[in-house]
């Protein structure tokens, strides 16, 4: 007779959970998950999928526009918000029932109900008014978009999650944060036709990445009619007689708006999880504590993913929970690796990036060479848009190695993708000048940057 009732527990169905109970399970591990909302976690009900669905939509107008100078008249356009919610929640219904599908055909048992520690091998599933123990705990329970509760009127306001249900689409929003979440939904909302404000704390948006990708989106978003205000944040928000809603800027400024929206960050799902009856630490931030192997302080509670606040992003969490399998289950301890993370914000234009900013690498090294290109793409000669394409390479002069890739321009996503192998792999810049362009495209670019724009010297410009 087994001591536990299952030999793996999983708190939490979203992406970090799902890969891990499955894959314990596919080892013939008696294995359970919970999870209280939707399978699929923030990534595919609220969060990465549907925010792609919605930039897809909103590129259509630049599109129709550009069309023209290809010959192509386009008729009368209209945009349906409606339809475009209705077809985004039956695509990720689909998505949530293949996560469910791939869970049952490990043969873990999927439990939808609410999961709390009640002690260090017992868990409350509550609603079902019972108590199963298991033998190994994983907590993957996400985070949530802070709601900014100190500002006068937040209650009023709108973060990530709600923008993806408003029965209507805002004339007007003003957007507090200047992070990924702030600055894709500025470009969703703008592309469908809204009137937007981008309101940052700081001196320029998008504070984790080079310098000049952030200026370069910067630009390009207020020449498309985006207005941001850096430097600035709400003083607080009231509703208008009129049902609108007035926002307070610290500064004295105030805007009369549809929506306010939030994205200035994301908390831990970590209260009412009984972390401390199971005695699991976490940090001031309410994150749970991990080791190297994701291993909190209780040795067989373990934590992958946003829960843990380390990068939240959604294949750090299943590369997390693949190696916590490896460790837990297959006597192979493995570490999780978080260096050099290919990552892109589906701002319009996109940034796809890999590795050290200018900046960052500008602290570690004494001398960099750093190659840059700014050019319109072959695309816009003949649709007549202006805006550029800046690739950029930051290498360390010394040893000639790649530090950092950086794309702002149409597909630099996917590009970043590709990138983030050369870089990870430690590539020279000999190897990319090695490398045969591809042509015509915008990634040739990428090789045939023979001569360094500038370089950095102690961490100042040279030359
Ligand atoms: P980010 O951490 O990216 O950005 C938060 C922003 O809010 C920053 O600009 C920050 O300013 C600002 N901020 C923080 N606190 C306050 C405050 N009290 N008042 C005003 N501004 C404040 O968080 P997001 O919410 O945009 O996204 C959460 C996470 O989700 C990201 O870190 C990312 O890992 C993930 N994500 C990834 C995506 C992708 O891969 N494409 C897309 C969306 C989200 P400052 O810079 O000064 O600190």
Known sequence: MARYDYDFFVIGGGSGGVRAARLAASLGKRVAIAE?????????????VPKKLLVYASQFPEHFEDSAGFGWTVGETSFDWKTL?????????????????????????????????????????????????AEQILIATGGRPNPHNALPGHELCITSNEAFHLDELPRSILIGGGGY?????????????????????????????????RHGVHEAMEAKGIRIICHEVLDRVERTPAGRLLAHMRGGESTVVDQVMFAIGRIPNTEGLGLEAAGVETDHAGAVVVDEYQRT????????????????????????????????????????DHDTIATAVFSQPE??????SEDDAAKRFDELAIYRASFRPMRHTLSGRQEKMIMKLVVEAATRRVLGAHVLGPDAGELAQVLGIAVKAGLTKDDFDRTMAVHPSAAEELVTMYQPTYRVKNGQRVG
Request: proline share 3%; hydrophobic share 45%.
């Open 297 to 336: 302080n209780v040795p067989h509670i373990w934590a992958v993913g946003d829960v843990t606040n380390r990068v939240q992003l959604t294949p750090v969490a299943i590369h997390e929970s693949m190696c916590l399998i490896e460790t837990a289950f297959k006597n192979n301890p493995t570490k999780p």
């Open 36 to 48: 209280e909302y939707r399978y699929g976690g923030t990534c595919v009900i609220r969060g990465c």
């Open 85 to 133: 919610i209705a077809n985004k929640d039956r695509e990720i219904a689909r998505l949530e029932g293949l996560y469910r599908k791939g869970l049952e055909g490990a043969g873990a048992e999927v439990i939808a109900a609410r999961a709390e520690l009640a002690d260090a091998h017992t868990i409350r599933l509550v609603g079902e008014n019972r108590l199963v123990t």
């Open 181 to 213: 979440i702030a600055v894709e939904f500025a470009n969703i909302f703008h592309g469908l036709g809204a009137d937007v404000t981008l309101l940052y704390r700081g001196k320029e948006i998008l504070s984790r990445f080079d310098m000049d990708m």
């Open 351 to 356: 940034i796809g990036t890999v590795g050290l």
